[in-house]
């Protein structure tokens, strides 16, 4: 049996959720021996290639238009979708913004913050444009595994693929979130 293909993607995060991945460490060989990582922050590789992957793992929230695209691309090309960390499963951290308006948002950011001089709000074809509320994953695509954790801790993280790799959909449940595989 060939490599199983993960492809893993960084939306409205604070890039934890990778580094927690990294932290699997010296196991990272091992998994290497039974993955191909084709995309990823990590690689510096942007999407998911066309003939799509096995595994899809989205970390963060979805906060403008470009990160729905994404997730929706991931989505579209993977068997299986991840949603891994907080802000991918619920919208973290980044939904504080919710609680105001998109122009307000934009305005504090960019004109009305204390260091600002002379500031705008920027606007040009190739920006991202700011989505009405940030969201999980879950609220715009279908998710087959849902990882919380702010960050997920490594042996959570590497239960999860390990279970993939043994064909078994990972039951995420009691201490397995917050220890990993063994519970303690």
């Known amino acids: 049996m060939g490599k199983i293909k993960v492809a893993s993607q960084w939306l409205e995060a604070c890039a934890g959720c990778h580094m927690s991945f990294l932290d699997i460490d010296e196991r990272i060989v091992e998994l290497f021996k039974h993955i191909e990582l084709t995309s990823s922050p990590i690689t510096d590789l942007k999407h998911p290639p066309e003939s799509g992957v096995d595994v899809g793992i989205l970390t963060g929230g979805?906060?403008?238009?470009?990160?729905?695209?994404?997730?929706?691309?991931?989505?579209?090309?993977?068997?299986?979708?991840?949603?891994?960390?907080?802000?991918?499963?619920?919208?973290?951290?980044?939904?504080?913004r919710n609680m105001f308006d998109t122009e307000e948002v934009l305005r504090r950011g960019y004109i009305e913050t204390e260091s600002t001089v002379d500031g705008h709000i920027p606007q040009h074809e190739e920006l991202a444009t700011l989505t009405d509320k940030v969201m999980g994953v879950g609220e715009v695509v279908p998710v087959d595994i849902y990882l919380p954790g702010c960050p997920p801790t490594a042996d959570a993280i590497w239960f999860v693929l390990t279970e993939l790799l043994a064909g078994r959909m990972p039951k995420l449940e009691g201490n397995v979130l917050k220890y990993g595989m063994d519970g303690g």
């Open 62 to 96: 979805i906060g403008n238009d470009e990160e729905l695209h994404e997730a929706q691309l991931m989505r579209e090309r993977s068997k299986i979708l991840i949603a891994m960390g907080d802000c991918a499963v619920t919208g973290g951290i980044c939904t504080m």
